[in-house]
């Protein structure tokens, strides 16, 4: 039992320090000595767990992508209801880029074409999720009657595709002061107005808290 932890630790210790150096780096530029010398194994360990770069990026995404899956596994049909779902996943996804490298690394690889192939696009299914939630808004009848689910998806998802890579020149971008006023902005245009009042543009983290 003490060596699988052991080799579970370093397993993810090596995920952690590729994910550093190809968010640092880019993909093409981090080499797998310097990913191991970070990780604080030997060569021969990465290697023991992972035949190249493009298999390490490989779970470098599928470690992002369980990390998004665990920011978007409320599902529409919640308490909150499902635009304030995606309200606060959004504010989740962009606390994760600020404070997240595995998770930032992961949406980067699937836009690499060096790394084509590594694992999910991890945009794309954000947007899938993003689309199906707006959709269950529709059904719900909190989405405004003239918004359609896809126009709505469409704003939503370039706005954060957009906050996500200025935030990587700028954090304030990716703050949730940033997002809060862009929900402020787009929630009377795009829900229903007797929902309105009951939507929190900062998300009920920020209630909570």
Do not use: Y
């Not at 990913?35 to 190249?52: E, K, M, P, T, Y």
């Not at 009657?145 to 370039?158: E, I, K, M, N, T």
């Not at 002061?177 to 009042?197: I, Q, Y």
């Amino acid at each position: 039992m003490a060596r699988q932890e052991r080799a579970v630790r370093t397993r993810n210790a090596l995920i952690e320090s590729a994910a550093e150096l190809f968010d640092r780096d880019g993909f093409e530029t981090a080499s797998l000595s310097t990913i191991s010398a970070r990780a604080g194994v030997s060569n021969g360990a990465l290697h023991f767990h992972f035949a190249s770069k493009a298999a390490l990026a490989g779970a470098v995404c599928e470690a992002a992508a369980q990390r998004l899956g665990r920011i978007t596994g409320g599902g529409g049909e919640q308490a909150d209801g499902a635009l304030q779902i995606l309200i606060d996943a959004s504010h989740a996804l962009l606390r994760g880029f600020s404070h997240d490298v595995v998770l930032r690394a992961g949406f980067d690889l699937g836009d690499s074409p060096e790394s084509t192939g590594a694992g999910e696009d991890l945009h794309r299914r954000w947007q899938g999720w993003v689309e199906a939630v707006f959709a269950q808004a529709d059904r719900e009848g909190t989405l405004a009657g003239d918004v359609s689910a896809q126009d709505a998806a469409l704003a939503v998802v370039a706005a954060v595709a957009g906050f996500e890579a200025l935030g990587g020149q700028d954090p304030q971008w990716l703050s949730p002061a940033t997002l809060t006023r862009f929900w402020g902005l787009l929630l009377p245009r795009l829900a229903e107005k007797s929902v309105l009042d009951r939507l929190v543009a900062s998300g009920t983290a920020s209630r909570a808290g």
